[in-house]
């Protein structure tokens, strides 16, 4: 069963920084190509970033292009998210999942809160 834990998220200050983390179990990480989306109070999910099973290739929405980093560890099954230069408009949950480039909502887990407000 893909078991997909979410951390990292917080209240910060337009401008600050977040590191979001992933930690997943139940399938084998390592060959899997995984991705963060997001989902705003209201709106719909977006995609946001994917990266591939070896990490070797990476994907960013426009919207978080230069400011947001995908990385990975696979020999501590964990996914990570790393954001700088955050807006208020980044304000929302966000979530990984075991997909590339689109929205995959069948094994998310509970996600991360991310507030950007002054």
């Known amino acids: 069963e893909v078991q997909l834990v979410e951390s990292g998220g917080g209240l910060v200050q337009p401008g600050g920084s977040l590191r979001l983390s992933c930690a997943a179990s139940?399938?084998?990480?390592?060959?899997?190509?995984m991705s963060w989306v997001r989902q705003a109070p209201g709106k719909g999910p977006e995609w946001v970033s994917g990266i591939s099973s070896d990490g070797g290739n990476t994907f960013y929405a426009d919207f978080v292009k230069g400011r947001f980093t995908i990385s990975r560890d696979n020999a501590k099954n964990t996914l990570y998210l790393e954001m700088k230069r955050l807006k208020p408009e980044d304000t929302a949950v966000y979530y990984c999942q075991v997909e590339l480039l689109s929205i995959r909502p069948l094994d998310w887990g509970p996600g991360t809160r991310v507030t950007v407000s002054s």
């Open positions: 139940g399938f084998t990480f390592g060959i899997s190509d």
